[in-house]
């Protein structure tokens, strides 16, 4: 099968923008993003001191247009190149990468960082502040060649059990100690517990800060506001604990993930460039360092060395 | 005929996975609690409450209804618990009755009926029993029971860590107590009153009460300081019980793994118990995999 010379460019401008092939374009293309998204958010926070607003007007508007149009380009190379990832599969088409990307994280930030602006070059009486405020969102774009993000949202979801219940204890005992504060001081205090819900706030703002900012005056109520405090510490400490337990587990669930594929790569015992590149990107994109890679390597040395000994 | 369906009950409220109707009676129960936790907090605010009063009422009346049917069903049904030969019907009965699921239903469905018989009990006192329904949800939350499981394993450091708390309470408000009782009387007149002072100052780092001598500020920096040490104690013990307990059941899994490898072949139904398995504990499908592939490994080095 020949390609066109379109096909071609597709192919080249789908390996450069998705960067799955190691390739000093798309290394490029990365980092050039990424400079322009960090500039940008330095300038919409400075844009939002009034005499830095003034004296640069002319320049934060020009910035502001060069971003979009990079960005707009960015957004329709990346929709027309995606079309190559599942082209050549059984039952791929065009439209199902292109679906893929549209509808992924990534695809909506790029979507609706950018488009706001156009909004406003037809809506010009448009709420600035709002369209300043999507703007923003453009720091997301980031979070796709760092792992970071994916890996906070992908830990709290393999640990929503734990969070979940930590959050229900939260809710439980603050139902329960809000309500017994109002029972038993509300009538001392009307003006600081007057109801449940003011005594919620109370309680909320005891957890958060260690300090509700209230006396109690009756004995039964200082009993209640020093278990309170106890329990902000316990509290906090839990979902501490819960958080450290899920990045722990996520490191884990990565090594498990390379050493599967270090496996599959070692299982036909030939190691070819492409799959080491392919290891390596996988190396970059866990932000596993050479230690644990070395390790890993060497375990699995030695148990193909056991296994080939036993055998004979 | 009724005890089969006395049996049958049981399991729907017990919530097992062999009836549909369970997962509908779980969901049914929490929404009801739901809704009656948000119609006491909203009829204690006065401008709420003089408007919808009758509303919360009736609410009340057939909540009350609601759980007290509840109940019933549960004492009725967990008759069938115990076959005849290990006990009367009433050995299952008794057991869900006094257990701590049984103790929060009756408190928090009784008040009313209470109410009723004796109308001048102190209303306060019935709202808050009325509260303890949120605990009926504690049931349905199998996350929640594990992590009261992972700091119970951990309770003698938890223990150590409160008498730690304890001595450094005791001591900093003696200390502020000398200190500071002479200058600020109403605040330090006593130790029992420089205690409150001491734990704000210990779980918030903010004393409600500024010191006003050189001494007394030197001990309310110690205290504060003291503070952040407990804290950095608790969360210690509280993330090291957690992550104790994963490895717990990891260790558990990888024991039945390897049981299933050991004759060297995986049946459809060790493959099943695998899965079920694998839910219990929460392991997510990467970590079993590679699990699987030690377990492999080992095996295959053995052969």
Redesign the interface.
């Known amino acids: 099968m020949t390609m066109t010379s379109i096909q071609r460019i597709r192919r080249r401008a789908y390996e450069i923008m998705d960067g799955a092939v190691p390739d000093k374009y798309s290394h490029f293309v990365e980092v050039f993003v990424a400079l322009l998204v960090v500039a940008n958010v330095i300038g919409i926070i400075l844009e939002s001191v009034p005499e830095i607003h003034e004296a640069l007007e002319a320049e934060f508007h020009a910035f502001d247009l060069f971003s979009v149009a990079v960005f707009s380009v960015e957004f329709v190379l990346r929709v027309w190149s995606y079309g190559e990832k599942y082209l050549h599969d059984e039952d791929g088409s065009e439209w199902k990468g292109r679906k893929e990307y549209l509808f992924s994280f990534y695809g909506i930030i790029d979507f609706v960082s950018t488009v706001p602006f156009y909004l406003q070059l037809i809506l010009p009486g448009a709420d600035l502040r709002v369209l300043r405020m999507f703007r923003l969102l453009r720091i997301f774009k980031l979070s796709r060649y760092n792992s970071a993000f994916d890996d906070m949202v992908a830990a709290v979801k393999?640990e929503r059990?734990?969070f979940?219940?930590?959050v229900?204890?939260l809710?439980?005992s603050c139902?329960?100690f809000s309500?017994?504060i109002?029972?038993i001081e509300g009538h001392k205090q009307p003006e600081v517990f007057?109801?449940?819900?003011a005594a919620?706030h109370w309680f909320v703002i005891t957890i958060v800060?260690?300090?509700g900012n209230v006396?109690p005056v009756t004995f039964v109520g200082?009993i209640l506001?020093?278990f309170t405090?106890?329990l902000?510490?316990?509290l906090?400490?839990?979902l501490?604990?819960?958080v450290?337990?899920a990045y722990?587990?996520q490191v884990?669930?990565r090594q498990?993930?390379y050493?599967?594929e270090v496996?599959a790569v070692l299982s036909d015992g030939v190691v070819t460039e492409e799959e080491q590149a392919k290891l390596k990107i996988m190396q970059a994109k866990l932000g596993m360092s050479d230690d644990q890679v070395q390790a890993i390597a060497e375990q699995i040395k030695e148990?193909k060395k056991?296994?080939e000994t036993?055998?004979s | 005929m009724t005890s089969g369906f006395k049996h049958t009950l049981m399991e729907i409220m017990d919530g097992s996975p062999n009836h549909a109707a369970s997962r509908w009676v779980e969901l049914a129960i929490t929404i009801v609690v739901l809704v009656n936790c948000s119609a006491v907090i909203l009829d204690s605010v006065p401008e709420i409450h003089a408007l919808y009063k009758d509303f919360f009422h009736e609410l009340e009346f057939w909540s009350v209804m609601f759980f007290t049917t509840e109940y019933i069903a549960r004492v009725w049904s967990l008759g069938a618990k115990y076959l005849k030969s290990e006990g009367s019907s009433w050995k299952g009965r008794r057991q869900y009755i006094f257990s701590p699921f049984g103790l929060v239903d009756f408190f928090a469905t009784m008040p009313y009926y209470m109410h009723m018989f004796f109308p001048y009990l102190d209303l306060r006192i019935l709202r808050v029993l009325r509260l303890l329904r949120i605990l009926k949800l504690s049931k349905y939350n199998t996350a929640l029971q594990d992590l009261f499981q992972a700091v119970y394993s951990e309770r003698q450091a938890f223990g150590s860590a409160v008498f730690l708390l304890t001595i450094a309470t005791v001591v900093s408000a003696s200390l502020m107590h000398f200190a500071e009782g002479h200058e600020q009387p109403e605040f330090f007149g006593t130790i029992p009153h420089s205690i409150y002072w001491a734990i704000i100052t210990i779980t918030s780092g903010y004393g409600n009460v500024e010191p006003v001598t050189k001494a007394g500020e030197a001990i309310a920096l110690i205290t504060g300081f003291l503070g952040v040490c407990m804290a950095a104690i608790m969360t210690g013990i509280v993330a090291s019980a957690f992550s104790n307990q994963v490895a717990r059941k990891k260790a558990a899994f990888e024991a039945q793994i390897r049981e299933i490898f050991s004759d060297g072949v995986v049946t459809d139904e060790e493959k099943e118990t695998l899965k079920r398995l694998q839910a219990h504990y929460r392991l997510t499908d990467v970590q079993v995999e590679a699990m699987l592939q030690r377990a492999q490994n080992k095996s295959g080095m053995k052969g």
């Open positions: 393999a059990d734990s979940s219940s930590a229900f204890l809710f439980i139902l329960l309500s017994l109002y029972i007057p109801s449940i819900p919620m800060s260690g300090w006396d200082t506001v020093i405090q106890i902000s510490i316990a906090a400490a839990i501490t604990g819960v450290s337990t722990t587990a884990e669930r498990a993930m050493e599967m496996r148990e056991l296994a036993g055998n």
